[in-house]
């Protein structure tokens, strides 16, 4: 095998659909050609964007390029967490270290947010 065959076995079918697609649409919204084609050879596939594309292709000017991501197999990440009681106790005592520390805000009734408006808008003057 040759260069040229080596490096396009390295890309699957569906990168290469990918690719050829891709530069076909550039093509066709009027993309400059990477590849000198001689007027007889664009006769002969028809000006189709999809077999210009291909030919730029099989010459390997195409400056794209194919990113293939793959997983980490970390062992800790595929573990699972158990959870033991003594988290629970850790909770609970930060809850009475928050409480004893300050203020444990409450959520608010619609009487509270009545009171605030009409002491508002006695402090204006007006009436509500």
Do not use: H
Not at 73 to 92: F, H, P, Q
Not at 97 to 114: F, N, R, S, V
């Amino acid at each position: 095998m040759n260069a040229k065959e080596d490096k396009k076995e390295n890309f699957t079918k569906y990168e290469i659909a990918r690719i050829l697609g891709a530069r076909a649409l550039q093509i066709a919204m009027d993309a400059p050609l990477l590849l000198k084609i001689d007027k007889e050879k664009l006769e002969n596939v028809r000006y189709d964007p999809l077999r210009m594309a291909e030919i730029e292709f099989n010459a390997e000017v195409l400056p794209i390029t194919v990113r293939r991501p793959f997983p980490k197999k970390i062992d800790s990440s595929l573990r699972k967490e158990r959870v033991t009681e003594g988290t629970e106790g850790e909770e609970e005592g930060e809850e009475k270290k928050i409480a004893q520390e300050g203020e444990i805000m409450e959520l608010t009734t619609p009487e509270d947010e009545t009171e605030e408006v009409s002491s508002e808008t006695e402090a204006e003057g007006g009436e509500v």
